[in-house]
Nanobody, 120 residues
């Protein structure tokens, strides 16, 4: 089994910053891409940022220049640095990872989500 545990969400004023962490644990051989998604009430889940095992990144247009995704492969952990937060960034943020397990299977794993609220 593989688990993703997110942390770092919370309440911040608009213009402020938060840093999310996503730690993977379990029977992991390697992790391919890791990503952050978010879902606001009444909206579909959307991709925020994604990083490959080689550290190539993509971002949603709405967060470019404000959010930075990174990863520490030695710790099986991904991060999302969120600066200049806006009220429209308010959502539950989910971590996602493509994991090759120690027995050779491939799993797409989701975290439980962490709430980010940016107040006006």
């Amino acid at each position: 089994q593989v688990q993703l545990v997110e942390s770092g969400g919370g309440l911040v004023q608009a213009g402020g910053s938060l840093r999310l962490s996503c730690a993977a644990s379990g029977s992991i051989f390697s992790i391919n891409a890791m990503g952050w998604f978010r879902q606001a009430p009444g909206n579909q889940r959307e991709l925020v940022a994604r990083i490959t095992s080689g550290s190539s990144t993509i971002y949603a247009d709405s967060v470019k220049g404000r959010f930075t995704i990174s990863r520490d492969n030695a710790k099986n952990t991904a991060y999302l640095q969120m600066d200049s937060l806006k009220p429209e960034d308010t959502a539950v943020y989910y971590c996602n990872a493509g994991v090759v397990t120690s027995v050779g299977s491939y799993l797409e794993v989701w975290g439980q989500g962490t709430l980010v609220t940016a107040s006006a």
